[in-house]
C-alpha cells in the first residue's frame, strides 16, 4: 500500500513539473511574439504619417511593409518620403525599383526626373536610332504582369478568330478571321516577347546607384589603377562586368565605362 501511494506521488510530480514546462513555453511564446503583432503597420498607418509629414515614421513603416511584400506603390510612397526628407539619393534608389516594377507609371518617371535634378552629375545620355527608342518606350508602356495578360488575352482572341476563319462559310467572315488571326499572333509574340524582357529586367538588375558622396572611377579594378572621372551620389550607372566581388565594371548613359568600388554603390 505505501509502495503505490509512493508510486502516485512520485507522477503527480512529474506531471507538475511537466505543466510548469509547457506553462513557461507558453508564456515565452507570448512574450516573444506580441512585440511582433504590436509592430504590425498597415498602410494606412504609414501613408496617414506621410499626411502628418511624420516622413521618418512613414520612412519606417514603409520599409516595414516592403519587407512583407513589394510593389510599385510602396517603393513610389517610400521615395516621396526620402525626398520631403532631403535623402535624395534613397529617393532615387526608391523611385527606380518603382520604375522596375511599373515603367508605364508617369508619376514615377516626373519625381524621378525631379530627384536627379537634385544631384550633382548631369549626364547626358548618348543619342540613339530612333528605331531603339521607340522600341524601348513601347516595351515600357506596361510591367512584366500586364504585358503576361495581354499575350494571353490576345491568344485566346487569336484561337477564336482562327475557328470563325476555318468554320464559317461567309468568305467576309473567313476574311475578318484569318486576317484577325494573323494581328492578334503578331500581338501575342510582342507581348510575350516585352514580358519576358521585363521579367528578365527584374531578375537580372543591372542598374545601380551611387551611394558615396563621391568616387572616383578607375581604368582597372586597382586602388591604384588610372583616375578617369568622379561620380557623386545619386548618380545612376550600369553594371556592365560584375564577376568580381569588390569591384564593378558600369557604364554611364553618355557611353563613359571605368571601374569603380562594390561598396560605392547600390544595384536597384
Same mark, same amino acid.
Given at each position: ?42 498602410? %494606412? ?48 534608389? +526608391? ?44 516595351? +515600357? ?30 468568305? %467576309? ?48 579594378? %586597382? ?46
Amino acid at each position: 500500500m505505501r509502495m503505490i501511494c509512493a508510486m502516485k506521488y512520485k507522477w503527480s510530480i512529474v506531471t507538475v513539473r511537466w505543466l510548469m514546462v509547457i506553462g513557461l513555453s507558453f508564456v515565452i511564446c507570448h512574450l516573444s511574439f506580441s512585440p511582433l503583432r504590436a509592430q504590425n503597420v498597415t498602410k %494606412a498607418e504609414a501613408d496617414s504619417a506621410y499626411a502628418r509629414q511624420q516622413y521618418q515614421q512613414a520612412i519606417r513603416d514603409y520599409e516595414a511593409l516592403l519587407t512583407e511584400g513589394v510593389s510599385a506603390e510602396l517603393y513610389y510612397n517610400l521615395g516621396n518620403a526620402y525626398y520631403r526628407s532631403e535623402n535624395i539619393t534613397r529617393a532615387i534608389i +526608391n523611385y527606380e525599383r518603382a520604375l522596375l516594377l511599373s515603367p508605364g507609371d508617369g508619376d514615377i518617371r516626373h519625381n524621378l526626373r525631379i530627384a536627379r535634378q537634385k544631384t550633382v552629375d548631369k549626364v547626358v545620355p548618348s543619342s540613339e536610332f530612333f528605331v531603339v527608342t521607340w522600341y524601348r518606350a513601347l516595351s +515600357n508602356l506596361m510591367g512584366v504582369d500586364s504585358w503576361g495578360w495581354m499575350a494571353l488575352v490576345t491568344l485566346a482572341l487569336g484561337l477564336l478568330l482562327m475557328l470563325l476563319y476555318l468554320f464559317s462559310s461567309r468568305v %467576309a467572315l473567313q476574311k475578318v478571321g484569318f486576317f484577325g488571326t494573323v494581328v492578334m499572333v503578331a500581338l501575342f509574340l510582342l507581348s510575350s516577347l516585352f514580358a519576358y524582357q521585363q521579367k528578365r529586367m527584374l531578375s537580372h538588375r543591372t542598374g545601380a546607384i551611387i551611394t558615396q558622396s563621391a568616387v572616383t572611377v578607375k581604368s582597372t579594378p %586597382a586602388a591604384n589603377g588610372t583616375e578617369l572621372f568622379v561620380l557623386h551620389e545619386g548618380t545612376r550607372v550600369d553594371i556592365i562586368d560584375d564577376t568580381m566581388k569588390d569591384w564593378k565594371e558600369v557604364r554611364l548613359p553618355d557611353g563613359k565605362e571605368g571601374w569603380m568600388e562594390t561598396k560605392a554603390m547600390e544595384v536597384i
